[in-house]
């Protein structure tokens, strides 16, 4: 990949970057994405009703499409100090890695393949998508899903970092909010009274001890806790976000139980428990011998990365569940995603787009009809 392509990445990744877009407010960024690809002169560019952006590059009409994505919502809500720092070989700032720089990466694909000069036999879609992070749930890419459904060839889901790493499997997820309601009251008038928050935390404390197993890899964690209204009232109401994950659906499903059972046994006179499901990214997997797989596998060798196969929550969950070709990659290395120290190495980057480019091509000449 050329330094001239690769700063051309860099730079739109720099401009996406300052453009905030929180979970369900990916209006902005959307509508920059958006007037970009119109620009580029591409065919069917649209946005649908959620506010995912799609753009067509014609092929030759000689194969099936493939779907390129990447998602356009950040972690850090609205206000966020986005604030950035561009260095030699590295560049700082919320959210840069995670996801601009997959974002701009549909940009690089494109300009790529333009300069490559050859026609692809099918069709590519860039599809930038909403609601890949937090309450998100997946929505973004369960309407591109739903919209090609198992038409296109096969789905490939780009990250800024995580540059060596194929996700060909797919980290069951469910999130719930559980919430304590009391009659609440005055601290020193009506002390005595069950205060929603002491039993909240009473609940979390029994949380954070349930045994979870090595293998498959279990994990729980509660990572939002609000309620009360001020220092001087019993608490009427409090609530907890909790994400549970694991990499057997059997171990998921046991863990949930147990939650939905301790919510249940945690009602008494006076005080109500409810939980509410408010995410669930479904399991899924391509085997590792699965051609997608190893021509993926084999770009990045060839790039001279060294890849190794992982399992992750993302947007590539979806299509795996319903049994499509599918992986996630990344572009570049870098580290502190979702956090405000987050950075991108730039130097790894042509190797990642070297990477993305010559999967795309090898899958059109060697697999133009699809796997079977």
Not at 188 to 207: C, I, K, M, T
Request: with cysteine; net charge negative; hydrophobic share 40%.
């Amino acid at each position: 990949m050329n330094d001239a392509l690769t700063k051309q990445v860099l730079d739109l990744a720099v401009e996406i970057q300052q453009i905030p877009a929180p979970t369900f407010q990916e209006g902005a960024r959307g509508a920059f994405v958006r007037a970009r690809l119109g620009a580029e002169h591409l065919q069917d560019v649209t946005a649908d009703a959620i506010g995912n952006v799609y753009a067509r590059l014609p092929g030759l009409g000689r194969g099936r499409p493939l779907v390129v994505s990447a998602h356009l919502d950040t972690v850090f809500p609205a206000g966020s100090d986005l604030h950035l720092i561009r260095h030699t070989e590295k560049i700082s700032g919320p959210g840069i890695g995670d996801n601009s720089l997959g974002v701009a990466g549909l940009f690089g694909l494109l300009w790529a393949i333009r300069q490559n000069g050859h026609p692809l036999p099918g069709d590519i879609w860039l599809v930038a998508n909403v609601g890949e992070e937090g309450l998100g749930d997946l929505c973004g890419m369960r309407a591109v899903v739903d919209r090609f459904r198992d038409e296109p060839l096969a789905y490939l889901v780009l990250e800024g970092m995580a540059l060596g790493q194929i996700y060909n499997r797919g980290l069951g997820v469910r999130r719930y909010r559980i919430a304590a309601r009391t009659a609440g009251g005055h601290s020193w008038v009506d002390y005595g009274n069950p205060s929603a928050v002491h039993e909240l935390a009473r609940f979390a404390s029994q949380l954070v001890i349930l045994p979870l197993p090595d293998k498959p890899r279990t994990t729980l964690n509660i990572g939002v806790v609000s309620g009360g209204f001020s220092v001087n009232t019993i608490a009427a109401q409090a609530q907890l976000e909790l994400d549970l994950r694991s990499e057997g659906p059997h171990a998921l499903a046991s863990l949930v139980a147990q939650v939905e059972t301790m919510v249940e046994k945690a009602n008494r006179p006076g005080v109500t428990f409810t939980g509410e499901l408010i995410g669930s990214r479904p399991v899924g997997e391509i085997s590792p011998h699965h051609p997608l797989v190893e021509l993926a596998l084999r770009c990045l060798k060839e790039a001279d990365v060294q890849p190794y196969l992982n399992i992750g929550s993302t947007d590539a969950n979806i299509p795996l569940s319903r049994g499509l070709p599918t992986i996630c990659i990344g572009l570049t290395l870098g580290d502190g995603a979702h956090t405000l120290d987050e950075y991108i190495t730039t130097r790894w980057l042509p190797k990642g787009l070297g990477q993305l480019v010559s999967l795309v091509l090898n899958l059109f000449e060697v697999y133009p009809d699809g796997f079977n």
